[in-house]
């Protein structure tokens, strides 16, 4: 199922996320319309799609058991995600140790209106809980379902000719990703550009492996 959701401009944090998070309750509520499996639902994505995936991948249970819309009910958990060139946290201090300074600069982020923010509130207290809050990173608990994470960057530092796209779609977002899931014994299995492996056959089989 491909869905939309509205984008910044349109919405601020978490917005985008709760459209995200619908979409995932909308599937489970017409399950058997649709013929899926409602206990068997998975997510991908790519870039800010890919941080959706694994934001709502690791984040508690969204459903409201007693809202009036029986949509808001069901379940938003999912068995697995696969990802590509996800940002797995935004917290500075993070981005800055596995990605570099310039990672913290790209624009969408960091001039505040994913937020709701002025740039000139970024360096708030404000801001650096909104950072928190808005990190996939956060919500990581050994109750979590497993990760396959690709980056089209190559494995390298960034150089004084990098771009802030690049930046933000750098592999170490996966390093940090990989590093903590390992300490929960969670399956994530990162990849690269330069692995030299067929990249859309072992995400499916990824996926196959927990979906199935």
Not at 48 to 65: E, N, R, S
């Amino acid at each position: 199922m491909a869905i939309n959701y509205r984008l910044t401009g349109e919405a601020v944090f978490p917005q985008h996320f709760m459209d995200s998070a619908r979409a995932i309750q909308y599937a489970r509520f017409h399950a058997k319309e649709f013929n899926i499996n409602p206990d068997r639902v998975g997510a991908t994505g790519g870039s800010a799609g890919g941080m959706t995936a694994l934001w709502l991948g690791f984040h508690d249970d969204l459903a409201d058991p007693k809202n009036a819309d029986p949509v808001l009910r069901e379940s938003t958990r999912l068995k697995v995600m696969a990802v590509s060139s996800a940002q797995t946290t935004l917290v500075p201090s993070i981005v800055e140790k596995y990605v570099g300074v310039l990672g913290t600069q790209y624009g969408s982020y960091s001039n505040g209106k994913i937020f709701g923010l002025k740039k000139e509130e970024m360096n708030s207290p404000k801001a650096l809980e909104l950072y928190k809050e808005i990190s996939p990173l956060t919500y990581l608990t050994k109750d979590d379902p497993p990760v396959w994470a690709f980056y089209s960057i190559p494995d390298k530092p960034l150089t004084d000719k990098s771009t802030t796209s690049e930046a933000i779609h750098h592999p170490g977002f996966g390093k940090v990703l990989k590093e903590e899931m390992d300490k929960l014994k969670i399956e994530c299995k990162l990849r690269h550009k330069d692995d030299g492996q067929n990249v859309t056959g072992d995400m499916i089989g990824f996926l196959a492996k927990y979906l199935k």
